[in-house]
């Protein structure tokens, strides 16, 4: 993240409870100095989920300024941001990552087409939201917004029980392979795309597992029951019920989205905030539950009395679901292609 922040412009700053790392950092030019500048405008909490509220609260306390932004990556949010009530803090995970660790293995390029999740709440400035999507976007970054529940409950699902089914995989062939070593030279490129993430740090996890423990073991159950289906087709030699399986897995598989938007695939909508909280926290989430990407967003100040309009920049082929859906919660919304 340091990187990619210098890349965008920024003079970054670290600290780490290693002073290795951050002598590594400053060596490699991955951060400009070490320590907490008070004139710091964004300050990014990158440490396991268990740590992240304690320390957020004491950057937010050295840091009396209203005008700082700080946020974090971890993969669960719920508690999080349940237990920081200050307007300054908004919860983020970028879902990239690598199996690879430490300062030597960092590159700037990583959060590019990654969906960057914020998580804002009814307390969430508008103009905070706007600058730290607009610096996740800078880094190459799909930003968009849910509630943090939403995102403990959905990433369970897309990242956490994919981990640990790569690493239950993973150690039932090493266990097999010691009995048989030359199954590990016949591990081809599936399964070492499906095992890839079984080589990451396995330290960050257990805050993670153990924080969205809930939505996981639900997860995990589904996919059990799946895995139960499977086995039984297997073993009933069933082709017509494996191939229905496999053949919805391809199909799925091939709808992923990937895809970035260019200038002339976006629409622009203009949405105007009443003066009560929570406006943009439903605006945000809104999209993301139509999966409509928002490319851009910012807020313009009106009269008096008025939040503002909010400018959001979004994917051309979502502009009028999305307008309709927030005309039906009360919004005043204008919009052109």
């Given at each position: 993240m340091a990187l990619?922040?210098?890349?965008?412009?920024?003079?970054?700053?670290?600290?780490?409870r290693d002073p290795d790392a951050l002598a590594t950092a400053r060596e490699r030019g991955v951060v400009d100095d070490g320590g907490l500048d008070d004139d710091v405008d964004l300050v990014v909490v990158a440490t396991p989920a268990g740590s992240v509220v304690a320390i957020v609260e004491r950057v937010l306390t050295a840091l009396p300024r209203p005008d700082v932004i700080v946020t974090d990556v971890a993969g669960v949010k719920s508690h999080i941001v349940g237990s920081i009530h200050d307007p300054r803090f908004l919860g983020g995970h970028p879902m990239a990552g690598s199996e690879q660790r430490g300062v030597a293995a960092s590159r700037g390029d990583l959060f590019r087409?990654?969906?960057w999740v914020l998580t804002p709440t009814a307390t969430t400035p508008p103009e905070l939201y706007t600058t730290l999507h607009g610096v996740w976007r800078d880094v190459g970054a799909r930003v968009l917004a849910i509630s943090a529940d939403d995102h403990d409950r959905l990433v369970a699902m897309a990242s956490h029980v994919p981990h640990l089914l790569a690493g239950a995989l993973m150690n039932e062939v090493a266990l097999a392979a010691e009995t048989d070593a030359v199954l590990l030279q016949l591990a081809a490129g599936g399964f070492r795309d499906m095992t890839r993430v079984a080589a990451g740090d396995p330290t960050i996890w257990p805050d993670i597992l153990v924080e969205n423990r809930e939505a996981i073991t639900r997860a995990l159950d589904g996919v059990l029951a799946r895995l139960g289906a499977l086995r039984s087709a297997v073993g009933d030699a069933d082709r017509s019920r494996l191939t229905d399986a496999l053949s919805?897995?391809?199909?799925?598989?091939r709808a992923l989205p990937g895809r970035a938007l260019r200038t002339e695939e976006l629409g622009y909508l203009r949405v105007g905030l009443a003066d009560r909280p929570g406006q943009l926290a439903t605006v945000t989430t809104v999209a993301s539950d139509l999966a409509v990407n928002i490319f851009d967003i910012e807020i313009a100040h009106d009269i008096e009395g008025l939040a503002g309009t909010l400018l959001l920049a979004v994917d051309a082929t979502g502009l009028e679901v999305l307008a309709a859906a927030l005309v039906e919660r009360g919004f005043t919304v204008s919009r052109e292609r």
């Open positions: 990619a922040l210098r890349d965008a412009g920024w003079r970054v700053t670290g600290e780490d087409e990654c969906t919805s897995a391809a199909r799925a598989r």
